[in-house]
């Protein structure tokens, strides 16, 4: 079945870029839509992104836009997350997930896979 994997986390300052990407194996990814979520200790889990299967629509948390980009390469099976002006607030554990369907977008329990998460820190 299909797996996700997250990775470009890490610690940076605040107004400082990241960019994350969400690798598939076990499936094609070009198959599922791809959303990705936070969560911050001590809060709920929120959703960030949602690009749909094609790449043509793309959706965004009203507090990361104009500043967080989701696109993918479906020839990497690979979704990427660019995070630019990074705030203290931004601080969460992200993971991506995959739904079959392709119409989830930030709607957590419509997601069938997930990955492990990674962590994002934003301090000075």
């Known amino acids: 079945q299909l797996q996700l994997m997250e990775s470009g986390g890490g610690l940076v300052q605040p107004g400082g870029s990241l960019r994350l990407s969400c690798a598939a194996s076990?499936?094609?990814?070009?198959?599922?839509?791809v959303g990705w979520f936070r969560q911050a200790p001590g809060k709920e889990r929120e959703g960030v992104s949602w690009?749909?299967?094609?790449?043509?629509?793309?959706h965004y948390k009203d507090s990361v836009k104009g500043r967080f980009t989701n696109s993918r390469d479906n020839a990497k099976n690979t979704v990427y997350l660019q995070m630019n002006n990074l705030k203290p607030e931004d601080t969460a554990r992200y993971s991506c997930?995959?739904?079959?369907?392709?119409?989830?977008?930030?709607?957590?329990?419509?997601?069938?896979?997930w990955g492990q998460g990674i962590q994002v820190t934003v301090s000075s």
């Open positions: 997930a995959a739904d079959e369907l392709g119409i989830a977008q930030l709607y957590a329990g419509e997601y069938d896979y």
């Open positions: 076990g499936a094609t990814l070009e198959d599922y839509g």
């Open positions: 690009i749909s299967r094609s790449g043509t629509s793309t």
